[in-house]
């Protein structure tokens, strides 16, 4: 029987290679940056720790973003990479309902399953989303995209249905409104609540000098 740190290891070469070609705020530097957030918030949880490697490594192994907004994609390539290397079938289920569970969809979708390593994963997730990184995503995907940085005429909409938020085409800043400065507040653990706090500071600081520069102020 393999040992938890054999299938981690298997698991982080899998990963790497299905998302060589991905977009650079989704690609394998995001799960790494991830999975060593989930490692340092579980230090100070009682978690499962393969469940929470598997399930930081495994998070966005298919984003619906990338897939036409199919969301059942990811899950079923984890479920059979894991069923695969012969890993426990409680983990497996585990790992699924974390990857099913873990995406902000908006600000009217109520989560439906809840452990303590969805907590710490989540929390990794929603870290790389805040803070300097956070903003070189948003603009990253943006531009992928072929969204305007900003246009004053369009307004925040903090109502938006899950689908209206996944087909959403509004300008890169009002992302910033419409999901990441909403993280602080969301996040499950008390260490992923303290680096959060100072993440969603920065970008508070941008946005400030953002608004500045784009009225000629500065």
Do not use: C
Request: glycine share 6%; no cysteine; proline share 1%.
């Amino acid at each position: 029987m393999q040992s938890s740190e054999d299938i981690i290891e298997k698991t982080k070469i899998f990963v790497k290679k299905e998302l060589e070609n991905a977009e650079g705020g989704h690609d394998w530097f995001h799960i790494l940056r991830v999975y060593k957030n989930a490692l340092l918030i579980a230090k100070n949880e009682d978690v499962d720790s393969l469940v929470v490697g598997l399930g930081a490594l495994l998070h966005d192994i298919a984003d619906s973003k990338f897939h036409n907004g199919d969301d059942s994609i990811g899950p079923k390539i984890a479920r059979q990479f894991l069923f695969n290397n012969n890993v426990d079938s409680k983990v497996i289920e585990h790992v699924v309902n974390i990857i099913n569970h873990i995406s902000f969809k908006g600000g009217n979708v109520t989560q439906t399953f809840s452990s303590s390593e969805l907590d710490v994963v989540q929390d990794a997730d929603r870290l790389d989303a805040l803070g300097a990184i956070g903003i070189a995503r948003t603009f990253n995907y943006g531009g992928f995209k072929n969204r305007k940085l900003f246009d004053p005429s369009v307004k925040v909409n903090l109502k938006m249905t899950k689908e209206q938020y996944k087909s959403s085409t509004a300008p890169t800043i009002n992302h910033f409104y419409e999901k990441l400065l909403l993280l602080k507040d969301r996040m499950n653990t008390r260490t992923g609540k303290k680096i959060a706090l100072e993440r969603h500071q920065f970008m508070e600081q941008f946005l400030d000098q953002f608004y500045a520069e784009w009225d000629g102020k500065k």
